[in-house]
């Protein structure tokens, strides 16, 4: 699943980032910022016009990302 297939105050946990090719700079930044395999991930809002921004909380920080950067982020459902 993708991170920006999440439905709200789900949890989830990144599995990898799609990088398109070898210098993928949106890939390279979302690794630097946190996203990274086993990190906990959700959504915690969404902008007001089509969903976009949406606003992603990793750890204890909150990142606005656009859905193409969230579609990126390949994650699994966690389970409670």
Known sequence: MRLSELSRF???VV???EAIGPADNIAQRL???GFV???TVRITA???VGGDPLLV???FTR???RR???SRVIVSLVQL
């Open 68 to 70: 193409s950067e969230a």
């Open 37 to 39: 395999p086993g990190e």
């Open 15 to 17: 599995e990898q980032v």
């Open 31 to 33: 690794g630097v910022i």
């Open 46 to 48: 969404t902008g007001p």
């Open 10 to 12: 789900q949890t989830a």
């Open 63 to 65: 990142f606005a990302l």
């Open 57 to 59: 909380q990793i750890g």
